[in-house]
């Protein structure tokens, strides 16, 4: 089973709309990560929550994690062509005396102009 | 310097080949990984090195061989690969051994092409 569902798979959206990309996790979280990646390209780093409550923002995009620590959003705001992409949430579960950092199956994004 | 690098960027190799992957940081971090990702997944983790020491295998076929020289360079070897081994090969390094206090940085990444 996935540790970690994200929702929706897939959104299109007319440029200058809000949206809302979803992560939750069948386990309590210690660390919850958000990354956009072109096709074919590098994870950019977005944004990090670690603690219950948190809430973090970056120019449009802002990310929070639940007082639980088992679910975690991605909001934008005025979405603009530029924020199209694959949206993926990771999230670090122990392995053994380590961490290991699992991903979700990724949101693609299309901003229609 | 907060870059992760990655060469080649591209890499066609047969079945018969033996060839490396590149992965290089300057950040001080002390852990560096291998994932692979196929097309429309997400990445999955292959070897994660902690202090320079393989910390993770998770069950990778021995055809893929990792090496960490120092704490800057990460390895891959690849050798006698099939063709549904072809996917983008990211690398990626964090800062204290592996964990949640201060993220992972990725590199641009590898497309490999097993033909």
């Known amino acids: 089973s996935q540790e970690l569902e994200q929702s929706p798979q897939s959104l299109i959206v007319q440029e200058g709309k809000n949206l809302t990309i979803n992560c939750t996790s069948s386990k309590t979280l210690y660390g919850l990560y958000w990354y956009k990646q072109k096709y074919g390209e590098g994870l950019i780093f977005l944004m990090m929550l670690q603690k219950g409550g948190e809430e973090k923002s970056h120019e449009k995009i802002t990310a929070k994690l639940d007082e639980k620590k088992q679910q975690s959003s991605l909001h934008i705001t005025a979405s603009q062509p530029s924020h199209a992409g694959i949206y993926l949430c990771?999230?670090?579960?122990?392995?053994?005396?380590?961490?290991?950092?699992?991903f979700g199956k990724g949101t693609l994004l299309t901003v229609n102009p | 310097d907060t870059e992760v690098t990655q060469t080649p960027k591209h890499l066609v190799m047969g079945m018969t080949n033996k060839k490396s992957l590149k992965c290089e940081q300057h950040?001080?971090?002390?852990?560096m990984y291998w994932y692979k990702q196929k097309a429309k997944k997400p990445p999955e983790l292959m070897f994660v090195?902690?202090?320079?020491?393989?910390?993770i295998n998770e069950s990778v076929p021995s055809r893929f061989s990792p090496e960490c020289p120092n704490s800057s360079l990460l390895n891959l070897h690849l050798h006698a690969l099939q063709p549904e081994d072809s996917a983008l090969y990211l690398c990626?390094?964090?800062?204290?051994?592996?964990?949640?206090?201060?993220?992972?940085?990725f590199g641009s990444g590898t497309r490999l092409t097993v033909v």
């Open positions: 990771g999230a670090d579960y122990p392995r053994g005396s380590n961490y290991k950092l699992t």
């Open positions: 090195y902690s202090y320079e020491k393989l910390s």
């Open positions: 950040m001080g971090h002390r852990a």
């Open positions: 990626a390094s964090s800062q204290a051994g592996t964990g949640s206090n201060y993220g992972y940085t």
